[in-house]
C-alpha cells in the first residue's frame, strides 16, 4: 500500500495528510477550495518546523514529507484510480459522506480500501452507499493527528477481517496505537467523552459551579490534561452537539440529550477556538476570559 488519497484539507485532513507522508506515503490531499489546500499545505509546513525546533525531526524529513504530497481540487482528476487507500475527513454529515462514498466506489479501483475519519456516523451507513462494504471501515484519528496516538478502528457491519487486519498494521507504520471497535452510535471514545462533557456544560447551566472550576476539578481532581469546557471548545462546540444528536438518535436514550446550553450557544455561532468564542474567549490567540456564566441560570 503506497497511494493514499485523503478527501477533506481541514483540521483533521491536512493533519491525516501529513503523517502519511512523513511515514513515506504518496498522498494526494483532495478539497473543493484550492484556498483551503493552500491553507493545510502551510499548516503542515508550520507544524514540520515546529517538529525541527524540538528536535523531532531533522530539516530533511521536512522536505520529503511535503514532496510526498500533491494536491488537487477534483476528484475525478486527481489519479484516485491509482489509490490503495482513501481516507475521507469531510464535513460530519451523513449525506455528505454518503455521496462521496458513491462517487469513490465508482472511481477507485475494485481492491481499494475505503477509510472515513467519522468520529459518530455508523460506518454500516456510509458502507451501504458502496458495493464494498467489505472493504469500508472507520480510521478515526484524534486532533492533534500529528501528536495524538490513537488511531479508533471501527468495524462496520460488514467489513472484512482483512480489510481491518490492514488498516490496523496501516496504522501501526504510522507509529500510531490501533485500537479496534465495533459500529456503535459514538464507538468508545466520543460514546463515553461526549456525556461527560453535557454533564459538564449542565452543571454549568444549573448554575452548580463556574466554567473555571468545573476545568479545574476535572484537570486536578481526574487528572485530565484539559477540563471538559475546554475541550469541548477544542473540538467545537457544533461537533459536541451534533455527535451527541447522533448519540440520541441511535440508542434513542434521553440521557444522550444536549443540554439547553449547548443548544443556545451553537445558535448563537459560539463555536469555541475556531470561532474565537466558546466557554472562553481566545482573543489574540490565548484563552483569556470565561464568557459563558452569562447563560447559567441564576
Not at 449525506?95 to 465508482?106: H, M, N, Q, S
Amino acid at each position: 500500500m503506497q497511494h493514499i488519497t485523503v478527501i477533506g484539507a481541514g483540521t483533521m485532513g491536512n493533519g491525516i495528510a501529513h503523517v502519511f507522508a512523513m511515514h513515506a506515503y504518496k498522498v494526494t490531499l483532495v478539497d473543493l477550495s484550492q484556498i483551503q489546500l493552500d491553507k493545510a499545505l502551510a499548516t503542515i509546513a508550520k507544524n514540520l518546523d515546529r517538529m525541527i525546533r524540538k528536535g523531532k525531526i531533522e530539516a530533511a524529513v521536512k522536505t520529503a514529507t511535503l514532496a510526498n504530497i500533491t494536491t488537487h481540487t477534483q476528484l475525478a482528476q486527481s489519479g484516485i484510480e491509482n489509490a490503495d487507500l482513501v481516507v475521507e475527513a469531510a464535513t460530519e454529515n451523513p449525506t455528505i459522506k454518503a455521496r462521496i462514498f458513491a462517487e469513490l466506489d465508482t472511481l477507485c479501483k475494485p481492491e481499494a480500501i475505503l477509510a472515513t475519519n467519522t468520529s459518530s456516523i455508523s460506518i454500516t451507513q456510509i458502507a451501504n452507499a458502496t458495493k464494498r462494504a467489505d472493504k469500508v471501515i472507520g480510521m478515526h484519528f484524534f486532533n492533534p493527528v500529528a501528536v495524538m496516538k490513537l488511531v479508533e478502528i471501527v468495524r462496520g457491519y460488514a467489513t472484512s477481517d482483512n480489510t481491518t487486519n490492514t488498516i490496523v498494521t496501516v496504522a501501526e507504520k504510522l507509529q500510531k496505537v490501533p485500537v479496534a471497535v465495533n459500529d456503535y452510535p459514538g464507538f468508545i471514545s466520543n460514546r463515553v467523552l461526549m456525556p461527560m462533557i453535557n454533564e459538564a456544560i449542565c452543571a454549568l447551566f444549573e448554575g452548580v459551579a463556574g466554567v473555571s472550576e468545573i476545568d479545574t476539578v476535572m484537570k486536578l481532581g481526574m487528572a485530565h490534561p484539559m477540563g471538559p469546557l475546554q475541550l469541548a471548545d477544542f473540538i467545537g462546540l457544533d461537533v459536541c452537539l451534533s455527535i451527541l444528536r447522533v448519540l440520541q438518535d441511535g440508542f434513542g436514550n434521553p440521557k444522550y440529550a444536549p443540554c439547553p446550553l449547548l443548544v443556545n450557544m451553537v445558535a448563537a455561532g459560539k463555536l469555541g477556538r475556531k470561532t474565537g468564542e466558546g466557554f472562553y474567549s481566545y482573543a489574540q490567540r490565548s484563552k483569556t476570559l470565561i464568557v459563558a456564566e452569562r447563560f447559567a441560570k441564576k
